[in-house]
């Protein structure tokens, strides 16, 4: 039973709760639990939930299910579990960009990709900002500025939209090689 912290989000994200990979009558299995939970966890992030969480809600012991039974005999297994999985959504977060002309959109949500792959946190807002800067730094725009504008649409999202003044390249006006006397 998988149980959402928003119980209207759930006919909606059914479809990810396979991600769990364990279903009726299989064996329980901890380590496989565990990696279902992150699995559904990151599926949670790519529909753009930030700081979704997905936890171990507790197991009571059941008897067998009817599925279980073949042909009127009892299943050989002798413990059954019903497991509880709880689902905190966090909040929906979604991104945009305004004023980039050197890189492209895909490529700055490949940045916020890789930066959700990497785990979000608190200050995920700053990192994505850094990230961006630091991209268009190594291409010589040294004064590059971004400002960053936070709309709640709805009572559960988000939109970030990242302001860019990629500024003018900087240009080399002039090399000096100091301690160089063995060439001119």
């Known amino acids: 039973q998988v149980i959402y912290d928003d119980p209207k989000s759930q006919s909606k994200l059914r479809d990810l709760e396979s991600r769990i990979g364990l279903s009726t009558g299989d064996i329980l299995d901890r380590e496989k639990l565990a990696n279902g939970y992150r699995t559904f966890q990151d599926a949670l992030s790519t529909k753009d939930y930030m700081g979704a969480k997905v936890e171990d809600g507790g197991e009571n012991k059941v008897g067998a299910p009817q599925s279980a039974f073949v042909a009127g005999k009892p299943p050989i297994a002798a413990n059954w579990v019903k497991l509880t999985v709880r689902v ?48 268009y730094r190594r291409l010589g725009y040294e004064h590059a500025a971004i400002e960053i504008y936070t709309f709640e649409t709805t009572e559960d999202h988000r939109h970030i939209s990242f302001q860019i003044n990629e500024g003018e390249r900087v240009k080399v006006n002039r090399i000096h090689f100091d301690g160089n006397i063995a060439f001119k």
Request: glycine residues 8%; negative net charge; charged residues 25%.
């Open 88 to 135: 905190t959504l966090g909040e929906k977060v979604t991104f945009g960009f305004r004023g980039n002309k050197v890189f492209s959109i895909q490529q700055m949500n490949a940045w916020v990709e890789e930066l959700r792959l990497l785990g979000y946190s608190a200050d995920y807002i700053q990192r994505i900002q850094d990230r961006i800067l630091e991209e």
